[in-house]
Structures are given as C-alpha cells and as structure tokens.
C-alpha cells in the first residue's frame, strides 16, 4: 500500500532545507560585514540583520506550506512583506521517503509547534565576524587580550553559530534540525562551508557521526558569554577533568553527540525553548536526555514560558551521576517551573 508521507515527516523534510537557506544568509550577512547589530536586553543578548533575515526566511517559508502549524520564533520582528528571494520551497527527498515512526503518523498540521532560533549564538557570530574584518590583524593589534590570540581564534568562534528548527507535539520535542553555517571553515577560502543535522524521536538522527565521549573522563562543556559565580560553581561541583567554553546551546549539543563533551552544564536562566527545542530532539532521538538542572523535563506546548528559568543539563549517557552532583545552592536558586 503506498500512502502519501505523513504530515510531521513533510514538515521535517522542508524544515531540513530551510534551515540549509537560512545558514547561507548567516554566512551572507556575514560577507557584506554590515551586520546591523542591535542590543535587545543588554550587550550579551543581541540581533543582528542575520537574525532578522534567517527567521523571516524560516517563518515565511513554513508558513506558507503549512498554515496551520504554531510557529514560534525568537526574535520580534513587524509583521511585513518579505522579499521573494527569502522564501525556501525546497524539502530533503530522503526524509519524505523515511517511514515515520507509527505513533506520529496521523499527527495533524495544528497539533504541531515549531520553536525557531534563526542564530544561535549571536554574541559569538557577531565577535567573529569582527575580528575577520579587522584590517591586519598582525600588523595592527588590537588593544588588550585579543592582539595575542590568532586568526583561527576568531573564526573557530563563528563554528559555535546554529539555526535551530524544533518541532513539538504534545509538549515534546520530537523532531528537530540544526544547521551549522560555517562547518568546515578550517579548511579555508573556496570551501563549500555547512552541515545539516536532523534527528526524529523513534527513527534517530543523521547528518554526523554518533561518538560516545571517553566513559572515564569528565568533560564539562559551558556557556563562553552568559557566565555567572551559579554557573561556574555548578560546572566544578561536577568535578570535571576538563571544561571547555563555547557559544551556542545547539553547537554544545553537537558537541555531546559527537563525543567532544560529557555533559552541558548551563546553572542559569537565559536559554529559552528555541534554543532547546531542536537540540533536545536530535539528542533524546541517540538516546540522550535534556533537562533542567533538577532533572525535570522542559515542555514545548504553544503556551508556555519562553525562558528555561531552571537552567539547562544535557548528557548523551550518565545523565544522573551529573544530576547527582548539582549543589544544594544551585537547586535553590533555580526553581523548577
Ligand atoms: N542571558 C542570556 N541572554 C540572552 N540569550 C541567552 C542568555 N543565555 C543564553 N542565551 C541564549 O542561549 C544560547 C546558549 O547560551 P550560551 O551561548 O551562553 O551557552 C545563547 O547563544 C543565546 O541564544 P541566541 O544566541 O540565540 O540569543
Ligand atoms: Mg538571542
Ligand atoms: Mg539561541
Ligand atoms: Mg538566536
């Protein structure tokens, strides 16, 4: 019997492809170096024309081929016209024709929420792309730390950048894409740059390769620009071998799945449900497990709070030794929803 694919996996399909177009206009903006930043609730929570452009190019383009889904976006932008050259129609043919697991198969368009962050890791995006333009670098140094640091520093900081489509039913991340603009920039100038990773709860998720971190070493990866004295104490009561700081919830989520990190450890409100929605997915489809920093399941159901006020714990295995070991202090000053 053949049957027409079922909603969520066409949903997927052109979820997969958007988020390829809104990664190229991350690395478009990026190139013209007018980034149009603007500070939302202060210099470590900003927009750039990026972000406006990705999440218009997202909205718009699952809007108009699926009118009844919820789509709930990041940033707050006019309701206006968008150029038609923003507008992606594409779908990934391999998940079209990937079986859907049976218990999302007759899932309705209205039942399904999508949480979209057009550029995670904004702060990140916008100090790399500074330092790509900064004129000779060698030869005129900036003033303090950064004069010392080389290049690849700098770029390696536009690696922690993200787009981020999560899809939700029933208050849980089910699905989710994460493209990753500038993959591959080690390899220099006429690269062809990106990757696209996709995962569904019940099917798996594709586009890397699943590595398991080594079992006997703890590696505590952490937020690089929203630290705090909760965040650090919480990342040492851990006990870590070593910890590594970086940008972006998504990119700390490849991280986990590609065995780079043990554990994401964030002790502190600011991450909201965009950021989490896709990676969630994508990592409970390998196996993993995202929750707040008691060890309760965030919900994803259209109406509920954006902020994830009880901070983020993400792990691909061991999820209670880390669980086992967030202080007493840390729990207070994070209460569960
Ligand atoms: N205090 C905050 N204010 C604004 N955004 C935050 C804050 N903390 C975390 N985020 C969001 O969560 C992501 C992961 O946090 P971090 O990079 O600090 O580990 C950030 O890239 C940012 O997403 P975005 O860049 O999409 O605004
Ligand atoms: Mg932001
Ligand atoms: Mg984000
Ligand atoms: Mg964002």
Redesign the pocket.
């Known amino acids: 019997m053949s049957s027409s694919p079922a909603v969520v996996m066409r949903l997927l399909a052109s979820a997969y492809t958007v988020a390829g177009k809104a990664g190229a206009i991350v690395r478009k903006v990026l190139h013209t170096g007018e980034l149009g930043i603007v500070e939302k ?1 202060g210099a ?2 900003l927009q750039t024309l990026a972000d406006r452009l990705a999440q218009q190019s997202i909205c718009t383009s699952l809007a108009q081929q699926f009118p009844k889904i919820t789509i709930i976006g ?1 940033e707050e932008l006019p309701s206006e016209e968008i150029s038609n050259d923003l507008i992606e129609n594409g779908h990934l043919e391999e998940i079209l024709h990937t079986t859907c697991p049976k218990e999302y198969r007759e899932l309705k368009e209205e039942e399904l929420v999508v949480w979209v ?1 057009p ?6 995006y916008t100090e790399g792309s500074r330092h790509l333009r900064a004129p000779s670098r060698a030869q005129t140094p900036h003033k303090g730390s950064d004069a010392a640091q080389p290049l690849c520093t700098f770029l390696s900081l536009l690696d ?1 950048v993200t787009v981020l489509i999560g899809i939700a039913h029933g208050g849980k991340a089910i699905a989710g894409v994460i493209n990753q603009p500038f993959y591959n920039y080690q390899l220099g100038a006429g690269a062809d740059l990106g990757r696209t990773i996709w995962g569904m709860s019940g099917l798996g998720a594709f586009g890397f390769q699943l590595q398991e971190a080594p079992g006997d070493r703890r590696v505590i990866t ?5 630290s705090s004295k909760v965040v650090t104490d919480c990342v040492e009561a851990m006990e870590p071998h070593e910890v590594i700081r970086v ?3 998504g990119n ?1 989520v490849i991280q986990l799945v590609e065995g780079r990190a043990s554990a994401y450890v ?1 002790a ?1 409100p ?3 449900k965009w ?1 989490t929605c896709a990676p969630e997915a994508i990592l409970t489809a390998v196996g993993g497990k995202l929750t707040d920093m008691h060890g309760n399941a965030y919900r994803y159901d259209a109406n509920v709070k954006h902020m994830n006020s009880a901070g983020v714990l993400a792990t691909l295995r061991n999820h209670e030794y880390y669980i086992s070991r967030v202080p007493q202090s840390v729990l207070q000053a994070l209460k569960s929803d």
């Open positions: 609730t470590n929570d990041e962050d550029l995670d890791g904004t702060k990140e922690n952490t937020t690089r620009s929203h940008g972006g919830a700390k964030f502190s600011g991450c909201k950021d």
